[in-house]
């Protein structure tokens, strides 16, 4: 399993916030540190694990977790390859990032989760869920990455298109290319546009935290094996999900349209569905919404997860 170590970035310096105030962490996993933060540890409340989106990291989170923290215990993870986390040469999935939360949860958390995943942090956050029940309260999807079933091209000639567009990106030269572009401040500032609705959300530390882990050694390789990464289908994990299901749907996201939101709706009709006036990270973009939703459902969850006592 691997060494589990603990180790602080930096102490609270204000007693009067101690509660909510953010802490810092490194946790070595399987040889790599992992970085953290918590906050709110001492209150009773069902743990948040918070998890960020694709180039995003622990930030991306920075209007969520003070409030989540008056009530919950609050960690936000960087998943292996992101954000300030190692960025090892690894063939990166679901499954690799599953392990390592499963991990944090069992040495760092010790009690199951809540776990909110925006966009890939979402895909990430299902695969959890599924297939760790035992660590997993409920799970909160922001806007989630994942393909279905439904998406898979049919007929040879798309098939084929497909698989060569998927060749020609992970092509170390092409994606040298890419890596290169879509890294710099400029392009950040563009893509980040195009998917949040309200441009005033777009800031400099905003762009700054997405671009300085681009920065990293290791991180062109990571950004490589992304376009390989082996993914599993949305609709066969939701077959295996047993817990609550929450999602958080910014209307205005022009990738991961409400037509999504509705697919997973069709798959566990069981899930709760908000939809938010924003683009596709409502967390970042509604933080009031989004903090409001998380901790009115997660009492629901809570209520769920009571045990039961015979009279």
Known sequence: MGLFVVGTMYLRTCPSTASTF????????????????????????????????CGASTEHWRKNIAVLAASHPVYAIDLLGFGRSAKPELVYSGDLWRDQLRDFCAYVVKAPV??????????????????CPEWTAGVALLNSAGFFAEDRPVGTWRTWFADQGRRMCAHHWVNWWLFQCFRRPSMIRKVLLKVYRDPSAVTEQLIESIYRPSCDPGAAKVFRA??????????????????????????????????????????????Q?????????????????????????SLEVERVNLPSHTP
Not at 227 to 255: H, N
Request: charged share 15%.
């Open 226 to 271: 992304l376009l390989k990464a082996p993914q599993r289908f949305v609709d066969e994990l939701l077959t295996q999900l047993s817990r609550p299901l929450l999602l958080l749907w910014g209307e205005w996201d022009p990738c991961l349209t409400l037509q999504e939101a509705r697919k997973f709706l069709r798959c566990y009709p069981k899930a």
């Open 114 to 131: 809540i776990v909110v995943g925006n966009s890939l942090g979402g895909y990430a956050s299902l695969v959890l869920a599924a297939d």
């Open 273 to 297: 569905l908000k939809t938010i006036p924003a683009g596709h990270c409502p967390q970042d973009e509604q933080p009031e919404m989004v903090n409001r939703y998380l901790l009115e459902w």
């Open 22 to 53: 953010p802490v810092s962490h490194f946790w070595t996993w399987r040889g790599y540190p992992i970085h953290y933060v918590e906050s709110g540890l001492a209150h009773q409340g069902t743990p948040l694990l918070l998890i960020h989106g």
